[in-house]
Each structure stands twice: as structure tokens, then as C-alpha cells.
């Protein structure tokens, strides 16, 4: 089955400042790559989303980038905010297979 | 309002006592999915139905049941909960196929003693 490594397991930056998380998957077969964000005592909820025909995509100050040739995805944050302090999940799974597979999730700490 | 409900929120019960967690989702989702996310660990997906009366085990099905009579309701079963089930437990939905956008419950946190 698909395993899904995620690091670091916990990032601190200084507002302002980028961060980048990293995640790859073993899965040749997986095509769907999301990122979730988890506030403290909040449900983890999506914030972009990738599928192996993109190489990169971008939401004002989110981004995602896939390389399907080394099985890795990462997170770009940049301008980070206090509000950005969250633990982040990453995914993958492939299209007709509904199984999801987590990373072991970021905690990232924005310092003001 | 869209979403996904479960119950109950918090629970704190007995080894071998058998309880039911449900999640019930407005959405007319085909999708349907339980997680059990522990410090360090991670979401670990236990079980998910792609259809009414379809299920699949996840990655950590051990001492879980679940059903899907009814395609809005997917409750989570312990039979005979231990204490190494104490998480906390996420139930979420989506439509599946090219639109997989999870949405998630609010959680229930489970202590077994």
C-alpha cells in the first residue's frame, strides 16, 4: 500500500519568513496530493490540492509543488502570519481508490 | 449548512463495553471514512465505504466495525474497546473520484480505562 513520509515533524519561523514542508509517497499509482490544515482543537481542513498533471499550483501565499519523477510534494508558505500556526497533513491517493493515506503531520509555530 | 456531524463529542468509558460513534453528513456524499489520529502518528484511516452497503478496511481496521445502510450515516463500532483505542476520532466525507475533498467531523475523544 501507499506510505506517505512528511518532515519535519515540527518548523518554527519567524513571521514573515517562508516555511516548506516536505512530503513523499511511495505509490507510483497515487495522483492526488492534499494538504490539510489543523488548528488547535479544529477539524483538519483542506487548503490546496494537487493532481499529477500539475507541476506546480498556487493560492496567494500557499503553493504546492510536485516532482512525479522522486514520488515528493512540498508545501510553500511564504509571508507567514501568526494565523498560519497549525499542524499540517499531507496526503496522497490515487483516482478511483478512495483509500487516503496521511503523512505524520507538521506543526509548524509562526514566531512574532 | 453543509456538513459532517458526530456523536458524541467526547466519551470516557470502561474496557469491554461496547459503544457506537456516529457520523451522519448533509451532503449526499458517496464517500465515507473513519481516522483515529494520535500524537505522532498522525490520521490512520480505519475504515471507508464508497457506497451504501460498501466498506473497506483502512490501514488500522483492528477492532472496528462499521456499516453503511443508509448513505448519510457511517457509524464507528468498538465492540469490546481496550485502552490503546483511546484517540481521537474523525469522521469525513466527500464525493469521491476526481472531487476526494475530505470534509471532517468535529472529532470525538475517546478514553478507555
Known amino acids: 500500500g501507499e506510505n506517505v513520509e512528511q518532515h519535519p515533524s515540527t518548523l518554527s519561523v519567524q513571521e514573515g519568513d517562508s516555511a516548506v514542508i516536505k512530503c513523499t509517497y511511495s505509490?507510483?499509482?497515487?495522483?492526488?496530493f492534499p494538504w490539510y490544515k489543523q488548528e488547535l482543537g479544529k477539524r483538519p481542513q483542506l487548503i490546496i490540492d494537487?493532481?499529477?498533471?500539475?507541476g506546480e499550483k498556487k493560492d496567494q501565499r500557499i503553493a504546492v509543488t510536485l516532482n512525479k519523477t522522486a514520488k515528493h510534494f512540498s508545501l510553500h508558505i511564504t509571508e507567514t502570519q501568526p494565523e498560519d500556526s497549525a499542524v499540517y497533513f499531507c496526503a496522497a491517493t490515487s483516482h478511483g481508490n478512495e483509500k487516503l493515506t496521511f503523512g505524520t503531520g507538521t506543526r509548524l509555530t509562526i514566531i512574532p | 449548512e453543509a456538513q459532517v456531524t458526530q456523536n458524541p463529542r467526547y466519551l470516557i468509558t470502561v474496557t469491554g463495553k461496547k459503544l457506537t460513534v456516529t457520523c451522519s453528513q448533509n451532503?449526499?456524499?458517496?464517500?465515507m471514512s473513519w481516522y483515529r489520529q494520535d500524537p505522532g502518528l498522525g490520521l490512520r484511516q480505519i475504515y471507508y465505504?464508497?457506497?451504501?452497503?460498501?466498506?473497506d478496511k483502512g490501514d488500522v481496521p483492528e477492532g472496528y466495525k462499521v456499516s453503511r445502510k443508509e448513505k448519510r450515516n457511517f457509524p464507528l463500532i468498538l465492540e469490546s474497546p481496550s485502552p490503546n483505542q483511546t484517540s481521537l476520532y474523525f469522521c469525513a466525507s466527500s464525493y469521491g473520484g476526481s472531487k476526494n475533498i475530505q470534509y471532517f467531523g468535529a472529532g470525538t475523544r475517546l478514553s478507555v480505562l
Open positions: 465505504s464508497m457506497n451504501v452497503e460498501v466498506t
Open positions: 505509490d507510483s499509482a497515487s495522483n492526488y
Open positions: 494537487i493532481r499529477s498533471n500539475v
Open positions: 451532503m449526499n456524499h458517496e464517500y
